[in-house]
T-cell receptor, first 113, second 112 residues
Framework: QKEVEQNSGPLSVPEGAIASLNCTYS??????FFWYRQYSGKSPELIMS????GDKEDGRFTAQLNKASQYVSLLIRDSQPSDSATYLC?????????????FGQGTELSVKP | KAGVTQTPRYLIKTRGQQVTLSCSPI?????VSWYQQTPGQGLQFLFE???????NKGNFPGRFSGRQFSNSRSEMNVSTLELGDSALYLC???????????FGQGTRLTVV
């Protein structure tokens, strides 16, 4: 079982729609969770962090965390063509070994005008 | 505040050579992690250093090594380069566990 898994995509949504990106993780002890956006040819940039169960909103982005289900999601409301990118879920794991930040494979999002 | 700086940005090396990549973290960040990114494998964890100590290592051969200096700057070294080592190498810095990590621009390594 992979430590962090994401929908492989690609995910295509029309402009103005809600894009939903999902992520599951294997380490029940994980305490911190992050979403990154990566444009083609660029390095990942942090867009959201979440530490507690529930929802966290930042502008058009909402991160959702359910530790019991070991599930993290990212919702993008009013999707814009500029949101077209690969979205990476990252989970801090392996605390008994000092901790490490592990990434999912990423979900490619395409927002069509 | 300066971001994470990686040098060089691009490298072309020949099979069998070795290479050293450098990463300067954000001021005050003591943790530096290295990742290899390829189209087929995504972001693969190489290792993490914290206060000059390697805390974690991913599933890479011993040809991949690293170190961290007292000023938190880090280097990674790849010896006996193989064609499959061609990738984007990214470093990320953070203050510690459970904190947000920020990436440098990466070093694009091409092995020919």
């Amino acid at each position: 079982q992979k430590e962090v898994e994401q929908n492989s995509g690609p995910l295509s949504v029309p402009e103005g729609a809600i894009a939903s990106l999902n992520c599951t993780y294997s380490d029940r002890g994980s305490q911190s969770f992050f979403w990154y956006r990566q444009y083609s040819g660029k390095s990942p940039e942090l867009i959201m962090s979440i530490y507690s169960n529930g929802d966290k909103e930042d502008g058009r982005f909402t991160a959702q965390l359910n530790k019991a289900s070991q599930y993290v999601s990212l919702l993008i409301r009013d999707s814009q063509p500029s949101d077209s990118a690969t979205y990476l879920c990252a989970v801090n794991t392996g605390y008994n070994q000092g901790g490490k930040l592990i990434f999912g494979q990423g979900t490619e999002l395409s927002v069509k005008p | 505040k300066a971001g994470v700086t990686q040098t060089p940005r691009y490298l072309i090396k020949t099979r069998g050579q070795q290479v050293t990549l450098s990463c300067s973290p954000i001021s005050g960040h003591r943790s530096v992690s290295w990742y290899q990114q390829t189209p087929g494998q995504g972001l693969q964890f190489l290792f993490e250093y914290f206060s000059e100590t390697q805390r974690n290592k991913g599933n890479f051969p011993g040809r991949f090594s690293g170190r961290q200096f007292s000023n938190s700057r880090s280097e990674m070294n790849v010896s006996t380069l193989e064609l499959g080592d061609s990738a984007l190498y990214l470093c990320a810095s953070r203050t510690g566990d459970d904190t947000e990590a920020f990436f440098g621009q990466g070093t694009r390594l091409t092995v020919v």
